[in-house]
Nanobody, 127 residues
Framework: QVQLVESGGGLVQAGGSMRLSCQASSHTFSWYAMAWFRQAPGKEREFVAG????????AYAASVKGRFTVSREQVANTVTLQMHSLQQEDTAVYYC????????????????????WGQGTQVTVSS
């Protein structure tokens, strides 16, 4: 089992940058593929970016590719989402998820395999 705690959300102007972090409690952090999802009011939770257990496989939603960067630090048990050129459409609650069913170099964009979630952190992009 793993507990996840997100941090780093807040208010930012359009065009600005923000960094989100997710701290995992488990010493078995490398067992989990990690991903960021987001959910805006009235919308489904959607995949943003993910990183495989190995850290070598990265995946991004088309809407954020080239603007966001996901990474993991195995020793610190953290996964980070660096966001640049933020747009109002990026406004949402961002969730960190952990998938313990993935292969070493795979990451899923489907929320179903992610058994563990953080509480979420609000990101608001103003015009």
């Amino acid at each position: 089992q793993v507990q996840l705690v997100e941090s780093g959300g807040g208010l930012v102007q359009a065009g600005g940058s923000m960094r989100l972090s997710c701290q995992a409690s488990s010493h078995t952090f490398s067992w989990y593929a990690m991903a960021w999802f987001r959910q805006a009011p009235g919308k489904e939770r959607e995949f943003v970016a993910g990183v495989s257990r190995s850290g070598r496989k990265l995946a991004y939603a088309a809407s954020v590719k080239g603007r966001f960067t996901v990474s993991r630090e195995q020793v610190a048990n953290t996964v980070t989402l660096q966001m640049h050129s933020l747009q109002q459409e990026d406004t949402a609650v961002y969730y960190c998820g952990a998938d313990g069913s993935s292969r070493w170099d795979a990451v899923s964009g489907d929320p179903a395999p992610y058994a563990y979630w953080g509480q979420g952190t609000q990101v608001t992009v103003s015009s």
